[in-house]
Structure formats: C-alpha cells, structure tokens
C-alpha cells in the first residue's frame, strides 16, 4: 500500500514537472508573439513619420513652384522661400542634414549636424520625434513620453532626420530616416525620392 501511495505521489510530481515545462513554454511563445507585435508596430509607426517628411520635402518643392512661377528654374530649390531667387541670388537647398519644421502653414527646413553612430543619445535629443496638442508630429520639445493614454504633447520613441544629396541644378535626392529603440538595439526604416525641377521646362 505505501509503495503504491508514492509511486502515485511520485507520478504527480512527475505531471506537474511536465505541467510547468508546458505553461513555460506556451508563455514564452506568448511573450514573443507580444514582443514581435511591438516590433511590428514600431515598424509600421516609423514608415508613418518617414513619409511624412517626403511629403513635406516635396511641398517645399512645390510650393516654390507656385510662388516663384516666373522663375522655377532657380528658385525651386530655394531654402525656405527666398525671395532673392528670383534674382538669381539666394540660399538654395545644399546636400545635408535637415529637421523640417512649419511656419505660418509653410514648410521649412533648418539644416543640422549628421547623425552621430558614436553619440546616439544626443543624437535622438536632436532629432527626436514629438506630438503636439493637434496630435501632428513634430519636433517641439516636450519631456513626457507619449503612451497609450497619452498621444499628445508627447515624446515619442522615434527619431527623424532627412538627408539631401546627390544635388545638382536640377535635382536631388531626399531620404527620410526614422530611428527608435528596440531593446540595446537601433533599428531604423527609410524612404527616398528623387525631386526634379521638371516645370523648369515651362519658362523657355
């Protein structure tokens, strides 16, 4: 009878070690899905911002073309709508690193240094993502940390900045770089277009 009684106790400790060994696993497998999700929707949420800004990088382009109809051969790549373009001597967009920022309904750019690979939390404090009261991003600091309660007036995980180059009378290159944190490690998404002043062709 007692040889009984334990081989049965002994069988139980033997289900529960299988029991534990199953549960762990199965969470395991729940924490990963959890964790892709996340990375998932970081991923999805940094392709938003960066077409954000190749948006705006072709309004800059556009709107030079209807205010500076008479001359959209210099001045559709004029920085931040001067008006000496027209002229033909202004401060035209250069190859470089840019946060885009609005003025007055109008987009504008103010060139800064390049994203530093050896310095990256002060390069997140230059070009970090935040939300407004309106829920648009932007780069107004803000020290709150946005969440899922808290979307506005935050600061996001992200990082953005916008590389021009490949410059010539004619043309350039614009990348939109977003930058977040997964873990200890810096992930990073991309979108590029190739900007040409086409319309040049209207003023001959």
């Known amino acids: 009878m007692l040889r009984k009684n334990g081989s049965t106790l002994f069988e139980v400790v033997i289900m529960m070690a ?3 060994l199953v549960l762990a696993s199965f969470f395991s497998v729940i924490g990963e899905w959890a964790q892709t999700e996340k990375n998932l929707e970081n991923h999805v949420n940094a392709l938003a911002f960066s077409r954000e800004w190749i948006e ?25 709508y001067d008006m000496n373009c027209v002229a033909g001597s202004y401060q035209s967009i250069q190859n470089g690193n840019y946060q885009i920022w609005n003025e007055n309904w109008l987009w504008k ?19 970090r993502i935040y939300k407004n009261e309106k829920w648009w991003s932007s780069h ?12 506005q007036e935050c600061q996001t ?19 939109s770089t977003v ?14 277009v190739e ?8 003023d001959k």
């Open 195 to 202: 900007l040409t002043n086409w319309k040049s062709a209207y």
């Open 56 to 80: 705006w990088i072709l309004n800059i382009r556009n709107t030079n073309w209807l205010r500076f109809a008479s001359n959209r051969s210099n001045c559709w790549d004029t920085l931040n």
């Open 179 to 192: 930058y977040w944190k997964e873990k200890n490690n810096i992930k990073n998404t991309f979108l590029e």
């Open 140 to 151: 107004t600091w803000n020290s709150t940390p946005c969440t899922q309660e808290k979307n």
């Open 18 to 20: 299988i029991l534990s």
């Open 109 to 127: 750019l103010t060139q800064k240094s390049p994203w530093d690979k050896n310095n990256i939390q002060a390069s997140f404090d230059q070009y």
């Open 157 to 175: 995980k992200f990082a953005r900045v916008i590389t021009i180059s490949n410059k010539t009378p004619t043309s350039l290159t614009a990348r």
